[in-house]
Structures are given as C-alpha cells and as structure tokens.
C-alpha cells in the first residue's frame, strides 16, 4: 500500500463530536488546514476559520486568545474577525487592510458530529453528508471519544474493513474465532462511493464486550454489517441472538457502532468512535463498561497502527504487497478514495 493516502478535498469530514465544540476555542487539523472551532453566543452555530492570524500567523484556537462575542481577539496583538473570518480591528490605526482576513469553512451539524468542507464552498451541499441518526435519535444511548492516530488515513481505513483482525488483536474484547474464520460478502456501489462487508456468524461464542454488557451466554447468533461511505463515515450494524435465535427480534441486541475517519495531515488521522444502543438504557454500568471497553479496543488499535506506520515507512523499496478475499472491502476503499481526490471539485452523490 502506499504510504499517503491523496486527499479528497471536496468532501465532508468530521472536524468534532457536537459536545466538543462550545465557546472555548477548539483546535483541529483536517487535510493539512489548521481549524479553530466555536459556537456563536446566541444561537450556537458551530464556526470554523482558518486557525493561524493574518499578522504574524499566531494560532487562534491558544490562549491568550479569547471570544469577544461572537468574535475571535487574537492573543498576540488583538487582530480581531467576525465569523466570517474578516477583520474588524487592528490595533494602532483605524483602516483595516483589505487582505486582512481568514478563511471561513462551511460547517455542517448533523446527528451529533461536526462536518467541516475543506474544498471549494460553492460545491459544500449539507444534504449530501452522510447520516448516522442513531448517534442522537430518542430511545439511543451513546458513548464516544476520538483519538489521533500517527499513521496514514488509508491504513485505518483497511483496519475497519477488515474485521478479521478482532480475532487477533481484540482477543478479550470483541474478538472470537468464528470472526477471522466466516468469509465475508462485499458489495460496492462506485457511483455512491459506498462498500458494504457483511459476516453473518451463525453460531458462534460471545465475545465478553457482549456477554458482559447483554448477559447473553452461550453461543451466539453474530451478524456484522459494514457500511462505509468514503472518505470519512464508517457505520458497523452489530446484531447479537442467542443461536439459534437470528430470526428473533424480541431476543436480539441490536449495536451500532460508528467511525468517522479524518484525515489530519499526511501520516496523521482522527479516528472518531462511538458506540450506540437501543437496550439496557437506563443502565450505567452497561454504558460506563462499553465506554472502557471499546476505548480500549481503539487504543489496542492506534498502538498497531503507529507501529504499522513505522514499519511500512521503513520498507524496502520494492516490496510487494499481499492481498486475499478478507481484503476486498479495503481495496474498493482504496479505488473509491484515489478517485475522489483525482475528480478534485466533483462531490460524490450520496444515499441518505
């Protein structure tokens, strides 16, 4: 695999949970652009500019620098922008120079995450941001964190569509034999930019991030439905039954597990997750166990793919990479995302 990953600029990508973004000033990368993110005073309206000041190119998401209103001071010498990203003060003189300004960012809130539209804004459309409504819809409960990875956005990208890995890194966790040994099903849809993998486990044991959350013991009937809309939405439909019992709703668990997967900078990725349920959801203990436990599953991630980052950076020239049918799904990826960032300004059409 190559070790960059081309971006696709003309895409939505997730900047922030909705939680994170509030009237303390947020710093975030995405594709090599360095963002500050906050809410307006009044209606809460997320606001993302171009996080260095015009002047002497100071970061406007570090203190000093602090929100006068809905506008942003600059802690070095008290440039001052609206949330459009003009300047409205320079100290020292009255007339504001023309040029002085940052860029403004459209911003898109949808289900709890923040979408930020890095490309050209006349091709920023909300409505093609590809939806998760579990992650705030009535009768869901979410837990959710994010963790920066030093590795190429492609290289998480495969880690995610190719769960066969759970066998083997996230034994104790979420991994079971029958994961790595059930051929998968893929389906691509190009046009979309959409591939779909599917292991449908018929009977197989229960990993102890179900068994202890579900109570569920004995074998288990164990579905995965993967739904990835490139670049940056990543959706696992998760189904549990005790086997025997896959037709069954009224004894199912049904988990949706989401990935938003944004490319920081060249060799630097945000890897944003959450976990949501429809069961137990009064239950805090279950919430607090699935918050620990995927958190460490995440981290039992970021620590293989830093080490896999090294290690492919440090390959002979030459080298030749193998791939087998649980790699499908990750090689569509891989076709899907060199297209979109060679088509540059054409958005992909989206399925809501």
Known sequence: MPHTTAFARNQWYVAAHAHEVGRELLGRTVLGEPLVLYRTEGDGTAIALHDRCVHRRYPLSEAPTRLDGDRIVCGYHGFTYDTTGTCVYVPGQKRVPRTARVASYPVAERDSLVWVWIGDPALADPDTVPRARHLDSPGWVTVRGME??????????DNLLDLSHETYLHGGYIGTPEVAETPITTEVDEGAGIVRVGRHMADAECPPFYARSTGLGGRISRRQDIEYHAPCLYLLHSRIAPAGADGDDSRAFRTEITYAITP?????????????????????EVTEFLRSNNHTVVMQDVDALNLLQRSLGAERAGHQELSINIDTGGLAARRILARLAEEGDKPAERVS
């Open 264 to 284: 920081s900078a060249d060799g630097k990725v945000y890897d944003f997750w959450a976990v949501s349920r429809d069961w137990a959801t009064d239950d805090t």
């Open 148 to 157: 920066p990875v030093d590795c190429d956005y492609g290289l998480l990208v």
